[in-house]
């Protein structure tokens, strides 16, 4: 079964902190993407990658940073947590042309910083 | 920035009752796909509907495509209880990476 997997479900983080959250797929996708989820907002890009060590800014990329030093892992980074980047992270993968065929999602990260 | 818009935002129905989402959308498309998601999970991917379709069916979902009017519908028959969820649109541009997604109807079955 193919999939998506994102490190934890629900994390707890103090305002300031360094947070990683990682995402790995076992379904050789080139594409890897990264949003956030919010009640009332949908989900909102913050950034993806179509090739290793490859990035490019979604919709709301500040505050945030990614890594893709290997094709199966995308790591999502916030440098210096604050409150309002509680939220629900979602981590998607897809072929080049995913547009066209589709995104897997992993199970989602619950974030709270408190 | 959002292009595809579902309508309505909430919807409730008894089992075994159809539900039926729309989604409307500004620009040119490749295809247009639906979503569901379970509360608090990820997005699973439902059917994918390309610009020279008009409908297309998959087990109880039948989506629609009108390329005129920059719509399509999602089409739910013999609604079950599993089947509460929230359902997103997504759009994929040519030339684009990436799907632009809608902010989702959430659909409510009760038994």
């Known amino acids: 079964d193919v999939k998506v997997t994102q490190s934890s479900r629900y994390l707890v983080k103090r305002t300031g902190e360094k947070v990683f959250l990682e995402c790995v797929q076992d379904?050789?996708?080139?594409?890897m993407f990264w949003y956030r989820q919010d009640p009332g907002l949908g989900l909102r890009l913050i950034y993806f990658?179509?090739?290793?060590?490859?990035?490019e800014k979604g919709d709301i990329p500040e505050g945030y940073s990614v890594s893709r030093e290997k094709k199966e892992r995308f790591s999502l980074i916030l440098e210096s947590a604050s409150t309002n980047q509680t939220s629900m992270y979602l981590c998607?993968?897809?072929?080049?042309?995913?547009?066209?065929?589709?995104?897997?999602f992993g199970s989602g990260t619950r974030l709270t910083v408190v | 920035s959002q292009q595809g818009e579902e309508d309505p935002q909430a919807l409730s129905i008894q089992e075994g009752e159809n539900a039926t989402m729309n989604c409307s959308y500004k620009?040119?498309?490749?295809?247009l796909q639906w979503y569901r998601q379970n509360s608090g999970r990820g997005l699973v991917h439902l059917i994918l509907i390309r610009s020279n379709e008009r409908e297309k069916h998959s087990g109880r979902l039948r989506v629609t495509l009108d390329t005129s009017k920059k719509s399509s519908s999602l089409l739910i028959t013999a609604s079950r209880a599993a089947d509460t969820a929230s359902y997103f649109c997504a759009t994929g541009v040519q030339g684009a990476q990436k799907l632009v997604f809608g902010q989702g109807t959430r659909l409510t079955i009760n038994p």
């Open positions: 998607a993968s897809s072929f080049p042309q995913g547009t066209r065929r589709g995104y897997t």
């Open positions: 990658s179509y090739d290793v060590k490859m990035k």
């Open positions: 620009t040119s498309i490749n295809n």
């Open positions: 379904m050789d996708h080139e594409n």
